[in-house]
């Protein structure tokens, strides 16, 4: 669509005038009842802009057909122009939603529907009949100027009607977004009654006028005394119904949730529009807005048509020509320009009623996003609630990825998990810190943590992702939080605030790296779990940014139950076929990683799943299994019991006596599966170092073996720390072992001392394993 809108503009600007030629694309209009058109032709043409007819190819006749109206395209200026339309509509639906009305008439600012065109271009409806009001007063020759608009429209109640209640949503809407007031010539006024205002090059504040030489500054607010005398009665109600138009648009601007929670998606969809402005224009939305004041706007409105200011500027416009640059100088901002990537505004966003979070990928590129989902997890009262919330959130993010397909989304959300996964800094401390010395930043903060409390965050997670929902109540709030703490992040510079305490705020806050560190874990498991070939794009993208070795030392903490519970999914993906082979390698580098730590707790699952694969079908699974644990067990300083049966298998000195009753041990312990256990250290340490590969890997491999292919990882039991594996047992258990062989200088070499060990375990297992176990002792070690 961007290459169409770009091929049409240049179209514009250089085909020959009243020449009609197809268009490079349909081009499809806001509010036009006409279908997408596909012919123009150039009326006028100026070096900013050109006025055009646009037409359609009728599908049962195949002429074409025009509407009764022109178009002005303009390639110069325009971001302020599109950003001033929508924020309009904005305005009008928050005010439609809320009944805001005059005597009736809904109030409603006239938005002109500007579309963007391209980067930096725009195109419109050419305004109907109107005049402006610096115009009317010079062609005005009845008398009072003042009478001039209740002239112009006839003085007929429905025209004063609408000019009513069209000058209540142009008072708001010029204090709320921060338009300089400019003269009589930006100020129009249709032959129906509608005022509405031109020239929005300056918004929230970012150009005020100021008289060269003197102290006077332009109002926000500014109305000729001929609308008032047009009201007449009707003045008082039309300040009212304005006063309550900046209430209702102020309560959505204010980066705190209303308390009425029916109003949550009318606020994150408000927020995350003055996000994308904030972030994409750098414009000064926060912090302009945490200024206004409803006692302020209403002293404003009672001297808006007798500001001393703005008679000084209409007496030198009047007198001495529009704008004259020797005795005004205005000190207007530049012009808007996109930052980064984002050259599209989002105009649709503006526009929706219930906004869904798929159209919010873009946040995501936002570079306060990642801090401000963590502070706003660390915002909930209890860690429980906090994982669930950002599990939550993660998950949605999956759901886009899986079913959007947007290379771009899939790089943010993996580029975010990653951040997440390997979160150890205490920034979120650290920004809550000097967000709350600032009143306005504590007042929002505080508001959000309270509405999270009331609101709760209560979310199923699920056993499998499914199609992606449309937001309930609970996610508007959630995300549009985060957005209103991203404009929080991006409104000041904290750095030399003084910080204060923020545990009565964000008391989980002190968990900060666990909650989020664990969270990410948990939505990747998720993800991991999900049999689904939607996710294996995404899948792929997150172990390709998340180092296998990262994620393994990121879930070493983990508790107990969950951290075995990865070790067996991971597991399943290092052995798994069907998945990538990036995908494959990364899970084995977990379990590599995990098996070679120090804590035995850690250790002991990942070792076990390794020592499970030694015999798997694929001959891949067996040599990297057999590769890892014969390197291991002349590496690792005898971290596992199981590194100390392999060593003594292919040692040719005699063992420690601490090394076979620790191998014995843990043999004996795992009963139900000893013999697999054992016979995989026997496989790994004949099998030859691990830079060569084992010549008995067809000998061993499951098709000259009796014993199974795929054996389930044993749950392992914790030996007591500090003591002798025997001491680690209660006095009943360790007389019911065997006598564990003890090696001296005739048991010979290590082989011989792990061949005793298998044979004292056949003896413990009875009398019709032991010879079957001997002989396969025996046979590994020939």
């Known amino acids: 669509m961007a290459e169409y809108s770009e091929a049409t503009l240049a179209a514009f600007r250089v085909r020959q005038l009243g020449e009609i030629f197809e268009l490079p694309g349909p081009l499809a209009l806001r509010a036009s009842p006409a279908p997408p058109f596909t012919h123009a032709k150039v009326v006028s043409r100026t070096t900013v802009s050109a006025r055009v007819l646009l037409s359609w190819r009728s599908t049962t006749q195949g002429d074409l057909q025009a509407l009764p109206k022109e178009y002005e395209a303009r390639w110069n200026g325009c971001v302020q122009d599109v950003v001033a339309s929508a924020l309009l509509r904005l305005l009008n639906s928050l005010w439609s939603d809320a009944g805001v009305s005059v005597g009736g008439a809904p109030v409603a600012a006239r938005a002109c529907n500007t579309q963007q065109l391209g980067a930096g271009a725009c195109i419109s409806a050419v305004a109907p009949a109107c005049a402006s009001l610096s115009e009317l007063k010079r062609r005005f020759t009845k008398g009072d100027k003042s009478e001039r608009v209740a002239d112009f429209l006839e003085h007929q109640p429905r ?29 129009l006024l ?19 006028e100021r008289v060269a030489g003197t102290p006077v500054e332009s109002s926000l607010v500014w109305l000729p005394r001929a609308i008032t005398a047009a009201l007449g009665d009707q ?49 000064p939305i926060t912090r302009f807005v945490s200024g206004l004041a409803e006692a302020e706007f209403g002293a404003v409105l009672q001297r808006a048509d007798c500001n001393l200011s ?4 209409n007496f030198l416009h009047d007198n001495f020509g529009v704008r004259n640059k020797l005795l005004l100088h205005r000190s207007a901002a530049p012009d808007l320009h996109l930052q980064g990537s984002r050259r599209c505004i989002p105009e649709h966003w503006f526009d929706e009623g219930e906004p869904g979070v798929d159209r919010l990928v873009w946040a995501l590129g936002v570079d306060a996003w990642y801090l401000a989902t963590c502070v706003l997890v660390c915002l909930c009262q209890r860690p429980e609630s906090c994982t669930r919330l950002l599990r939550k959130l993660l998950c949605r993010y999956f759901l886009l990825v899986a079913h959007g397909g947007d290379a771009d989304v899939q790089s943010n959300v993996s580029r975010l998990v990653v951040n997440m996964v390997q979160h150890y800094s205490g920034s979120v401390q650290f920004w809550l810190g000097r967000a709350l010395a600032l009143d306005t930043h504590r007042h929002c903060l505080v508001r959000i943590a309270a509405t999270l409390f009331d609101c709760g965050t209560t979310w199923d997670e699920p056993s499998e992702f499914g199609d992606v929902a449309v937001l309930d109540g609970s996610s508007s709030l959630e995300f549009g939080a985060v957005c209103a703490i991203a404009r929080l992040v991006l409104s000041a510079d904290l750095e030399r605030v003084q910080p204060v305490t923020w545990r009565d705020v964000a008391p989980a806050a002190d968990f900060e790296r666990e909650i989020v560190r664990h969270s990410a874990i948990r939505a990747v498991i998720l993800l991991l779990k999900a049999d689904n070939c939607v996710f294996s794009d995404l899948l792929t993208a997150l172990v390709g940014g998340l180092a296998g070795e990262k994620m393994a030392l990121a879930a070493r903490d983990m508790p107990a139950d969950e951290l075995f519970d990865i070790v067996r999914i991971v597991e399943r993906l290092a052995k798994d076929a069907g998945c ?9 580098r977990c379990l590599t990683t995990w098996a070679q730590d120090h804590d035995q707790d850690v250790n002991r699952a990942a070792v076990c799943a390794i020592a499970c694969a030694v015999e798997h079908d694929c001959c891949e699974v067996r040599l990297w299994a057999r590769s890892f644990l014969s390197g291991a067990a002349w590496g690792m300083d005898m971290r596992s019991p199981l590194y100390a049966v392999a060593r003594m298998a292919s040692d040719q000195e005699p063992p420690n006596t601490i090394c076979v009753e620790d191998a014995y041990i843990m043999t004996c312990l795992e009963e139900p599966h000893s013999r697999t256990l054992l016979s995989a250290a026997m496989v790994a340490a004949t099998s030859g170092p691990a830079t060569t590969v084992p010549s008995t890997i067809d000998a061993c491999s499951p098709s000259s073996s009796s014993s199974s292919s795929s054996v389930p990882m044993p749950d392992m039991v914790a030996l007591v720390p500090g003591q002798a594996p025997a001491a680690a047992m209660g006095h009943e258990e360790s007389s019911r072992l065997p006598c564990p062989p003890t090696p001296s200088a005739s048991s010979g070499t290590g082989a011989s001392a792990a061949a005793s060990v298998a044979a004292a375990l056949a003896v413990g297992e009875g009398q019709d394993s032991a010879a079957e176990l001997g002989s396969e002792v025996a046979a590994r070690l020939s």
């Open 310 to 313: 703005k008679k000084f500027t």
């Open 190 to 208: 249709t032959n129906e009654g509608e005022l509405y205002r031109m020239d929005f090059g300056c918004l929230f504040g970012s150009g005020r």
């Open 580 to 588: 990538s082979s990036e995908v494959r390698a990364w899970a084995r």
């Open 235 to 283: 003045w008082p109600e039309v300040q009212q119904a304005a006063l309550l138009a900046f209430r209702i648009v102020a309560l959505m601007f204010a980066p705190s949730p209303p308390p009425d929670s029916r109003r949550f998606s009318a606020w994150f969809k408000t927020q995350s529009a003055l996000l994308w402005l904030e972030s994409a224009l750098s414009l």
């Open 159 to 187: 025209k004063l009607l609408r000019l009513a209640s069209t000058t209540a949503a142009y008072l708001a809407s010029s204090y709320l977004l921060g338009v300089a007031a400019g003269d009589g010539d930006d100020l």
